[in-house]
């Protein structure tokens, strides 16, 4: 069975600074990988993903995550944060040919006005 | 607004009682998933069925069951509560439930507390 492990739970920038949220998997076979975010009060929304090709993944909101294959990673990154950010984020994986998602713990990002 | 629609909102019971959380998946999307957010469990698959019958199933206890209804509608019932089982439900759908790369559109979610 595949895990996924967040190490930063929390997290407090400053706008402008420059986000990077570690995402770590394991599992030995094929993964697609998944970055939800769930504003406060909100449901939980997709803001990129992975399946294949180009490891660096452009999404909504100016986000981008990079697969690094040999380090079972999939970061999330922004250059810029705006105080609009603060939210929490969820690293996800499936395993074909299960949709079922495996999430992380989660990492409460807040931005500092 | 993801188009996945949650009932109730809020539901605060007792312990020992029964639940029924209900699930409406977006317009044509015939796979239905449900999972609990909890503060110690996390973000935790439960079960997911696809055009009526169950696909796939994930740590449920045996307390919880779920159904898809012909159209398409699923209920997630929780039965003999206790106070661990309080927490975030949340339904998400897909268009189909066989194809790994499709993309599940999350409800808002129904807060159950159990007291």
């Known amino acids: 069975a595949q895990s996924v492990s967040q190490h930063n739970h929390h997290v407090i920038l400053s706008e402008a600074a420059s986000l990077e949220l570690g995402c770590n998997y394991s599992?030995?076979?094929?993964?697609?990988l998944f970055w939800y975010v769930q504003y406060p009060g909100q449901h939980l929304q997709l803001l990129l993903k992975y399946f294949s090709g180009d490891p660096l993944v452009k999404g909504i909101k100016g986000f981008e995550a990079e697969f690094i294959k040999s380090k079972f990673s999939f970061n999330l990154r922004k250059p810029s944060v705006q105080w609009s950010d603060t939210a929490e984020y969820f690293c996800a994986v499936n395993a074909p040919p299960r949709n079922m998602l495996t999430f992380g713990g989660g990492t409460r990002l807040m931005v500092k006005p | 607004d993801s188009g996945v629609t949650q009932t109730p909102k809020h539901l605060i019971t007792a312990t020992g009682q029964r639940v029924t959380l209900r699930c409406s998946p977006r317009s044509g999307d015939l796979s239905v998933y449900w999972y609990q957010q909890s503060l110690d469990q996390g973000l935790q698959f439960l079960i997911q069925y696809y055009n009526g019958e169950e696909r796939a199933k994930g740590n449920i206890l045996e307390r919880f069951s779920a159904q898809q209804f012909p159209d398409l509608h699923s209920e997630l019932n929780l039965s003999s509560l206790e106070l661990g089982d309080s927490a975030l439900y949340f339904c998400?759908?897909?268009?189909?439930?066989?194809?790994?790369?499709?993309?599940?559109?999350f409800g808002p979610g129904t807060r159950l507390t159990v007291l």
């Open positions: 998400a759908s897909s268009v189909d439930g066989g194809l790994y790369t499709d993309t599940q559109y």
């Open positions: 599992y030995g076979g094929t993964v697609n």
